[in-house]
């Protein structure tokens, strides 16, 4: 049934499909009950035959008719409770496929995690409490009608079993329910928003570190706090029986070392319990610690393995996690450092595919004056240098603009904007880094001549148009880069740059979008190579 609850419904009923799969964790919901109540039930009558101090006709009667009687209306009231504490997961699966499942998803799955916590509260404030004040009931109503003859203290030692075995079937039954919602929790979760799935509202907490005192306290100190009371019970019945004189001066010490037993070995075992899930909870609560440090960009984040259970498997995972993570921040900062961040994000999560798509963008192209004459003064080592340090100036304004700086060409920079992620302003952005660019460089040449070095000039040409975007290269070498005319055109523009006098030269098609924002003069037409018609130009001047 487990394999069910957590198999997806067939598509071709979906409506009916998933309905069944909420009557289905009702019937199994039921079927732990039921199983639950017949075995304690079984165990208890075992007790109450061969453990207990009653005569025949007593253990005929209530077994045979007060105890079948006294069950009736604890069964309808638990199978009566246990339908609605299921409603809420049964109403969401009863509207999938429809939108209004939507609605339902988070009461479902608060409901589908407050179950087991449920199911133990109805066990011990529902379950034994109606089976205890029923059987008192038909007990005393068997004394006075049919000569039962139960005592004070044989209804004590009924109480005392019901408590027993109460604690026990709480125990199993919330095990056993955690254990029957887990395979569903993955449908309902699918349809609550992300953000809200791991805190779901109306959920109650209920730590490692209780339930594991809950479990001690009901496994250790409530049998023996019964089996206390019972020796004594029975005892007393057996030294009246005997007629002893001295069974007051025998009872009094006896009844001291019960008592103490009974606290001494459930404060041993209450101090044990506390020693063992105060462990197992900081054990716990260190990975749960940990994983939050991760998820707050914490990658470093290590567990010290002090132990040899299962937590020291679980904590050498994590390491291994974390020491994966940190490579993987080592290898997209490195990456990265080579193509734009946002593509590194993107190859690192989905791969890398072949092919190009049509967009609509701005590109820069710049590029630095007389590099050529400027460079045959200089040593490789100091032009490597000194490119270093351009490019380390004009990049943060490109960037700050959402600019992708494609390619360095030698002494020249290639950026486009609106491609690889989409921007509906890419020519206003484009606009504002060339103005950008000119102010970064203006600071770079007072810092070079300040060291005794030559100030930089540089061309900037601005086209805005369509161009195809993508991957190409070889499946082991490939490159993301932008192609087509507009490219061609912009790096033409930025030829121009020099006979015109200017250092940014906006196209028609750039200068458009722009032109309330940014101060341009309209220079002649004039011809590029690779056009048949004269183009127009602006020159920048500065921000309208």
């Not at 907490?205 to 004594?232: E, I, W």
């Amino acid at each position: 049934m487990t394999e069910a609850l957590a198999t997806t419904p067939e598509k071709t009923d979906p409506a009916r499909a998933w309905d069944a799969l909420g009557r289905l964790l009702h019937r199994r919901l039921i079927l732990i009950y039921l199983t639950a109540s017949v075995a304690v039930t079984g165990t208890g009558a075992l007790f109450f035959l061969f453990g207990l101090d009653f005569s025949a006709y007593q253990k005929q009667l209530v077994l045979g008719l007060l105890a079948p009687l006294a069950a009736l209306p604890q069964v309808i009231a638990d199978i009566s409770v246990i339908g609605r504490h299921v409603a809420p997961i049964r109403a969401f699966f009863a509207a999938l496929p429809g939108p209004s499942a939507k609605s339902l998803a988070a009461p479902a799955l608060a409901r589908a995690l407050n179950l087991p916590l449920y199911t133990a509260a109805r066990v011990l404030f529902l379950h034994a409490p109606i089976l205890a004040v029923s059987l008192t009931v038909l007990c005393s109503l068997a004394n006075a009608w049919l000569g039962l003859g139960l005592a004070p203290w044989q209804f004590a030692l009924v109480y005392a079993t019901i408590v027993v075995f109460a604690s026990g079937h709480a125990i199993y039954e919330y095990l056993a329910v955690k254990s029957a919602v887990k395979p569903v929790l993955p449908h309902i979760r699918a349809h609550v928003d992300e953000a809200a799935r791991d805190s779901v509202p109306r959920v109650l907490p209920l730590k490692m570190r209780s339930q594991l005192l809950f479990v001690f306290a009901f496994v250790a100190c409530v049998p023996l706090a019964a089996l206390g009371f019972t020796v004594m019970l029975k005892l007393g019945r057996l030294l009246e029986r005997v007629g002893m004189h001295e069974a007051a001066s025998i009872e009094g010490p006896l009844e001291v070392w019960v008592l103490l037993l009974v606290i001494g070995g459930s404060s041993l075992a209450l101090f044990l319990a506390t020693m063992l899930s105060r462990d197992i909870a900081a054990s716990a609560e260190g990975l749960v610690e940990a994983m939050q440090r991760v998820e707050r960009g914490e990658v470093s984040a290590e567990l010290v393995v002090a132990s040899t259970d299962e937590f020291a498997e679980a904590y050498r995972g994590f390491n291994r996690m974390t020491h994966g993570l940190m490579e993987r921040e080592r290898l997209r900062d490195a990456f990265g450092r080579y193509v734009a961040p946002e593509l590194a994000e993107e190859v690192m999560k989905h791969g890398v595919s072949m092919g190009g798509s049509l967009v609509h963008a701005t590109v820069i192209f710049a590029d630095i004056r007389g590099f050529t004459s400027l460079s045959e003064a200089m040593s490789p080592v100091e032009v490597v240098s000194l490119l270093n340090r351009y490019f380390a100036a004009v990049s943060p304004p490109i960037r700050a603009e959402g600019g992708f700086i494609n390619k360095f060409g030698g002494d020249s920079l290639l950026a486009v904007f609106g491609a690889p992620v989409p921007a509906s302003d890419h020519a206003e952005r484009a606009a504002r880094a060339a103005l950008g660019v000119r102010a970064a460089l203006a600071r770079f040449n007072e810092h070079e001549v300040a060291e005794g070095r030559a100030a930089l000039r540089i061309g900037i040409g601005v086209h805005t148009g369509e161009m195809v975007a993508g991957s190409v290269g070889s499946p082991d070498r490939m490159e993301y880069t932008v192609i087509g005319d507009v490219v061609n055109v912009a790096a033409r523009i930025q030829g121009l740059t020099k006979e015109l006098g200017t250092d940014i030269l906006l196209s028609e098609a750039a200068h458009e979008p722009v032109k309330d924002i940014v101060a341009a003069q309209p220079m002649p037409k004039v011809a590029v190579r690779g056009k048949a018609e004269p183009i127009v130009v602006y020159a920048v001047v500065d921000s309208a």
